[in-house]
């Protein structure tokens, strides 16, 4: 048993029998780690037949119990980050949404300057500081190609992040996700270093009529952008944010250069009236096993809805949730080498490398109307 | 296969020449801090990351993606003579065509060896193995609780613009057949490659579970049981044809202990027939169809003894007060049981 003075504080004797384990087994589902090309899947059959076949190995069916401090992310190992995150602690932020708290962030000037994640923020728009103030932001810029917002608050001498153009972190390197207590929030390392990250297209959610050319409307699926928009069905799209487009083909094209979580403004005609409405773009159908490869993904954690497109960003194995994206990644100098951006998969969270970072904070504050 | 090709291979192997890439020593103060329960300062947890950066550094490059037939995943050279190590399913049949994607770019062909499908262990052999082939020691001795370890493979398929993608973990827990860590796996890392501090194959990647930690591999000192059979192009265990006759497991998507005499649900898992139910963890269990229990044995016996899209009537106690749901099975291998949007998906995009 370990000493109680070693003990983090978190963890008191009353939850420790909750908290100290981590139960592997009974009824799970085992899913194989093999992608099969749809296209192919004629030729070896079973691709739902996968699980079926994992099922019949001999795999775990009692629980075995994991205590907590042999966790990799678990409250032990993260104590240990607990000096390296000193600094950069009082400069995160938690950010805040209506209420909810939908990201967390970084001041990067003591004047009241904090970065986050963009397409976090709806509504009404509060941080929360270290010493618990909570302050209303406003948005003073936003990059859409890395989802980097620049928001100010009305406060003085914060305590603001040193950044510094780092040298990058190297693979295997420890990385801690600062949250707003002692411990970080999670740890983990790097994965792969700074690379374009991939776009995925944006979704509306509509079925076309492809007896006509024109952008019509055959079908509207539930639970879509194109639900929540109140489109419907023999809608005849008409323009996307303020652009005529009068091709099915064209205007499809169009939405999938557009992320996951963009907002898109679209004139629609429906019968003899002309109908604007506003999207916000999901990504492919978020449908339990809408494709297998989603499915696993999705095993285990949840995930950011903008996690491609970015022209820039490492990618690390830690495992942060959608509404802890936005803040500071230190390693263990206690250097900020960069903010998560998206929990992107099972196995990866991406983060803007911090020379990128510095480089748009300088442009979006250039921008920005001055107080 | 060649006869005689497999004659020297075998040859080589049990001469020990194959495995000849040599572990990377682990130097004392580095194995004073991987000896703890865990790391407690930053200097520990420098050292840790010096070996890791280590090890990864030479394990990269001998880490491939794998695409057989209309499958990709990945696998290990372990031998300067084309020997690479994956999973069973990923090999499937003996003799088919194998595509060996290397991290610097390099597309070699191979063949198929043997496939034991009871642990999930393959093997390839490279055509022909250019003579600056990288390749990584394979371990003797079974994962360690607790033991640090590092996962690489072709997470999602092989990317140009991507080296294999490098996780942290430890061995949380294992078997005969298997070996469990934290060290977070998703599809086309099958047959990948688990590596100690020493740089030295552990285990290969073979599924997960619905929990971040449940991440499973097959220990590389199981596979050496049945190694002279794999080289010699066997293939056995559950074959694809049993496994596509075989009966679909009905699953609820909990999890959960007995605790004083009650039946304690712990977990319950998104998306699965429990979680839509309304079951949350922290629920006790107190009868199942109208028979009371009081153990999770028993919960399970009732669902093993369930087909999948039959109910069943669970009573529930939560904060004192108790109620009924009723859940519909689901079935591994059958699609969601709400699976509107596989056939409605849209075909025309957006």
């Not at chain 2, 049981?225 to 699953?251: C, F, H, I, Q, T």
């Amino acid at each position: 048993m370990m000493p109680t003075d070693r003990m983090p504080k978190e963890m008191t004797a009353k939850n420790w029998q909750h908290r100290c384990c981590v139960r592997v087994g009974l009824m799970l589902l085992w899913a194989p780690l093999i992608i099969v090309a749809p296209g192919f899947a004629q030729e070896t059959a079973p691709l739902h037949d996968w699980e079926e076949y994992a099922d019949s190995r001999p795999f775990p069916t009692s629980r075995i119990e994991i205590p907590q401090w042999r966790l990799t992310d678990g409250l032990h190992v993260r104590s240990a980050f607990r000096d390296v995150i000193a600094d950069v602690r009082p400069s995160t932020v938690r950010v805040r949404s209506d209420g909810r708290d939908t990201a967390l962030g970084g001041i990067v000037g003591a004047d009241g300057w904090i970065v986050t994640k963009a397409s976090r923020l709806t509504g009404e728009i509060t941080c929360v500081l270290a010493d618990r103030r909570e302050i209303e932001a406003q948005t003073v810029g936003v990059n859409r190609d890395y989802d980097i917002a620049l928001l100010r608050i009305d406060a003085q001498r914060l305590n603001a992040l040193k950044l510094a153009a780092s040298p990058a972190p190297k693979i295997g390197a420890w990385l801690a996700t600062v949250g707003m207590k002692r411990g970080p929030l999670a740890v983990g390392v790097l994965s792969v270093e700074a690379r374009k990250i991939r776009h995925r297209a944006g979704v509306l959610g509509v079925l076309f009529d492809i007896d006509t050319q024109r952008p019509v409307i055959m079908e509207v699926f539930p639970g879509t952008a194109a639900w929540d928009a109140g489109l419907k069905a023999d809608d005849e799209l008409f323009s996307l944010n303020g652009e005529r487009i009068p091709f099915r083909r064209p205007f499809i094209g169009r939405i999938r250069e557009f992320n996951p979580g963009d907002q898109i403004a679209l004139r629609v005609l429906r019968g003899d009236e002309v109908v604007d409405v506003e999207a916000l773009l999901t990504g492919p159908p978020p449908g339990p096993m809408s494709s297998r490869e989603d499915f696993q993904n999705r095993l285990g954690s949840l995930l950011s809805q903008r996690r491609g497109g970015f022209p820039k960003a490492f990618q690390h194995d830690t495992v942060v949730k959608p509404s802890d994206c936005g803040g500071p990644v230190v390693n263990l100098d206690g250097e900020v080498v960069g903010f998560n951006i998206a929990r992107a998969g099972r196995t990866e969270t991406y983060a803007i490398p911090i020379d990128v970072v510095v480089g748009l904070i300088e442009d979006l504050k250039a921008a920005s109307p001055s107080p | 296969m060649n006869r005689s090709r497999i004659t020297v291979l075998l040859t080589c192997l049990l001469g020990s020449s194959a495995f000849a890439a040599e572990p990377i020593e682990i130097p004392a103060d580095v194995k004073r801090v991987t000896a703890l329960r865990y790391p407690r300062n930053a200097d520990q947890l420098r050292l840790i990351q010096q070996q890791v950066q280590r090890v990864a550094a030479q394990s990269m490059p001998a880490t491939v993606g794998v695409v057989v037939g209309a499958g990709a995943g990945s696998g290990v050279i372990i031998g300067s003579d084309g020997l690479v190590l994956t999973a069973g399913h990923v090999v499937g049949k003996a003799d088919r065509r194998a595509k060996v994607l290397l991290p610097d770019g390099r597309e070699l062909i191979g063949k198929t060896l043997g496939a034991n499908h009871r642990i999930d262990a393959g093997l390839l052999l490279l055509d022909n193995p250019p003579a600056d082939l990288p390749y990584l020691p394979v371990a003797k001795a079974r994962p360690k609780i607790g033991e640090w370890v590092i996962t690489l493979g072709q997470p999602g398929g092989t990317l140009d613009d991507r080296a294999p993608p490098l996780r942290l973990g430890r061995v949380l827990g294992g078997g005969e057949d298997w070996v469990c860590t934290d060290c977070t796996l998703v599809g086309g890392d099958s047959g990948g490659p688990l590596i100690n501090l020493q740089g030295e194959v552990l285990a290969v990647h073979s599924s997960i579970g619905p929990d971040i930690v449940h991440n499973f591999h097959i220990p590389v000192a199981q596979i050496r049981k049945s190694w002279e059979r794999l080289l010699a192009g066997e293939v056995w265990g559950n074959s694809l044809e049993e496994v596509v006759s075989s009966n679909l497991r009905p699953l609820m998507g909990i999890a959960g202990h007995t605790q004083e005499g009650q039946c304690q649900i712990t977990e319950v898992f998104r998306g699965l027939p429990a979680y839509e139910a309304g079951v949350r963890p922290g629920d006790v269990v107190r009868a199942v169809d109208g028979e009371d229990i009081s153990t999770f044995d028993e919960v399970s016996q009732k669902v093993l003894q369930k087909r999948p899209g039959q109910k069943m009537r669970l009573k529930i106690e939560r904060d004192g007060e108790t109620f009924r749901v009723e859940v519909v099975l689901a079935g591994i291998g059958h699609s969601s049981p709400r699976g509107e949007w596989d056939e409605s998906q849209p075909q025309e995009g957006p």
